[in-house]
């Protein structure tokens, strides 16, 4: 079966980095495209960027353009999100989601469990 | 960017009861909207794409309807299961924007 399984927990500092991954099974997974949309506590889902998963190709939201990089490996089909200059806003659960087959449609039909980034001094 | 806008904020119905709860653009989308359910502490799940395609898997209760700038999401009779948050998400431009959210209880 389809599954997305994203890293545990992290805890960081203000202006620390943190990378969580994504290791998809049950599905070819350079046949597909990988977003990462985060969730801060009691706010909406917000987009972050996506990557190709067969050409490695990118698109990044605006509003993290600059601080953010996703990347993947295929040989171990697992996606990667790196955000970097952290801030205490920067506190949510992060999910990656998979977009239909060999498309970029912008909707998402399985979802990893989510990994918790807390940004604290 | 496209914005959102969910009503109401949060719901309280029966079991049984036919619930709706609509989303509106800020500009049109066409029918490029998506509709998910959010239950504590999950990721959310694909219900509707397309505005009104049922993703494989989903109970035929749930329906969406609209185009334009008006959407709708139908339960046609609500079951405990339904407690959640949902979310409706347009993805006509090259990105994609979330509402804030309806939350829907059980009387």
């Known amino acids: 079966q389809v599954q997305l399984v994203q890293s545990g927990a992290e805890v960081r500092k203000p202006g620390a980095s943190v990378k969580v991954s994504c290791k998809a099974s049950?599905?070819?997974?350079?046949?597909?495209?990988i977003h990462w949309v985060r969730q801060a506590p009691g706010q909406r889902l917000e987009w972050m960027g996506w990557i190709n998963a067969g050409n490695g190709n990118t698109k990044y939201s605006q509003k993290f353009q600059g601080r953010v990089t996703i990347t993947r490996d295929t040989s171990a089909s697992t996606a990667y999100m790196d955000l970097n200059s952290l801030r205490s806003e920067d506190t949510a659960v992060y999910y990656c989601a998979r977009d239909q087959e060999w498309l970029v449609m912008y909707y998402f039909d399985y979802w990893g469990q989510g990994t918790l980034v807390t940004v604290s001094s | 960017d496209i914005q959102m806008t969910q009503s109401p904020s949060t719901l309280s119905a029966s079991v049984g009861d036919r619930v709706s709860i609509t989303c509106r653009a800020s500009?049109?989308?066409?029918?490029?909207l998506a509709w998910y359910q959010q239950k504590p502490g999950k990721a959310p799940k694909l219900l509707i794409y397309?505005?009104?395609s049922l993703q494989s898997g989903v109970p035929s209760r749930f329906s969406g309807s609209g185009s334009g700038t008006e959407f709708t999401l139908t339960i046609g009779s609500l079951q405990p299961d339904d407690v959640a948050t949902y979310y409706c998400q347009q993805y006509n431009s090259l990105s994609n924007t979330f509402g804030q959210g309806t939350k829907l209880e059980i009387k």
């Open positions: 500009q049109s989308i066409s029918t490029w």
């Open positions: 049950g599905f070819t997974f350079t046949n597909y495209v």
């Open positions: 397309g505005a009104s």
